[in-house]
């Protein structure tokens, strides 16, 4: 079964993001996800899935525009994998070309030249409390990344030695594998050298032949004000630098840190876009005579009239008491909920009052609720 979520939601990226946007949320997810950095977790291995999925269709612009007039619908019955039954491998190796690290240049023919090589981009989390959403924050944020290593500047081969041309692909780095008697040539990284064209013989004790180094990184990073759950920052060049196999001493663009915000829950306010949502617990009388009511908002208070007769309910909108938005700055409404609360315990002096009350109010609530009961008798009774 194919998933039934939105593809531009899977991939975290917008209906107008372009061909590159979209191969990098995917390149950047497929990494996350990967069942190889997940051990022994299915919710991973279905994201992944679920993420090659989405991006087989909008990377294909014919396939994207049939998905964005009719949704999943218009893709029913067209040609598409199911990815659900594939082996993680299999994905991995269909797009192929765009772990390869290259700027879209691929590794055709060999050549690993082609366009500047690029990293991989990571991904970090940082929590951000909803009041820090009005003013923006900043938080500091640690990360480990693969960086070249500096002890054998990326080769991987011990100080005095070099690496030596890989004999199983012959320096090629790829493989041609063919079945069905010559039916299909398929070309596969070399299982050898891992498509480095090179095989290290006397490993660098440092990074154990690997050319990369796992290192930790600290950074600061700027939460900019009105920022939703979920967005994430975009940190240039704090990813890693292009995989060995790219290119050994690490040369081209280094990926991008994304560092995705998650906001807490608040325990008075509920978010809904700009707007933030808060219930106000109010007296009988209050709503019954009318009056000031004072809230707190986020920053400060307000005092809100509320007319007499007011419903339990009824919602007051305070303008400007929200949230301020990503873009504009503009701050969003704050709206309240008045919620009506009937007291547990009473005193003799409100029970005295509250009696006084019942006996004015004794008519007309009798009257309602024994109509009330008729109705009922009348649908137990049938007639
Ligand atoms: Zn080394
Ligand atoms: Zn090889």
């Not at 192929?96 to 366009?115: E, L, M, P, V, W």
Request: hydrophobic content about 30%.
């Amino acid at each position: 079964m194919p998933t039934t979520r939105d593809y531009y939601e899977v991939l975290s990226v917008e209906k107008t993001a372009s061909g590159e946007e979209i191969k990098r949320a995917y390149r950047r997810l497929a990494m996350k996800y990967h069942p190889d950095r997940n051990p022994d977790n299915a919710e991973a291995e279905t994201k992944f899935k679920e993420c090659a999925e989405a991006y087989e269709v909008l990377s294909d612009s014919e396939r994207r525009a049939t998905y964005d007039r009719y949704g999943h619908a218009g893709l029913r019955g067209t040609p598409g994998h199911d990815f659900r039954s594939m082996h993680v491998e299999d994905i991995f190796s269909m797009f192929n070309d765009i772990f390869a690290g290259g700027g879209g240049g691929g590794r055709s023919g060999g050549r690993r030249s082609q366009g500047v090589p690029r990293g991989y981009d990571l991904e970090t989390e940082v929590e951000l409390a909803l009041e820090e959403v009005l003013t923006g924050a900043s938080r500091d944020v640690e990360f480990k990344r693969l960086d070249v290593c500096q002890t054998c500047s990326g080769s991987g081969a011990k100080a005095g030695s070099s690496p030596v041309k890989c004999t199983t692909c012959g320096g090629v780095g790829q493989v041609i594998q063919t079945g069905l008697g010559g039916m299909f040539r398929m070309q596969t990284v070399c299982p050898h050298c891992k498509g480095r064209g090179t095989v290290v013989t006397e490993k660098c004790t440092n990074c154990r032949g690997n050319g990369r180094v796992s290192v930790k990184r600290k950074l600061t990073v700027k939460v900019p004000a009105g920022i939703q759950d979920g967005q994430a920052i975009r940190v240039q060049g704090e990813g890693e630098p292009p995989p060995p196999e790219v290119n050994a001493a690490g040369q081209g663009i280094r990926g991008d840190l994304h560092v995705v915000v998650r906001i807490q829950d608040h325990e008075r306010f509920e978010r809904e876009g700009d707007d933030l949502l808060l219930a106000s617990p109010i007296g009988f009388t209050q709503l019954a005579l009318g009056g000031e009511l004072e809230v707190s908002t986020i920053d400060g208070t307000r005092t809100l009239t509320v007319p007499p007769g007011t419903q339990h309910g009824a919602l007051f909108r305070v303008d400007g008491a929200g949230l301020p938005n990503l873009r504009t700055g503009k701050r969003g409404d704050l709206v309240v909920i008045a919620q009506l609360v009937v007291p547990r315990k009473i005193t003799d002096a409100q029970r005295k009052l509250l009696m006084e009350l019942a006996k004015i109010d004794d008519v007309a609530v009798n009257a309602q609720s024994e109509s009330a009961w008729e109705k009922i008798k009348r649908k137990v009774k049938g007639t």
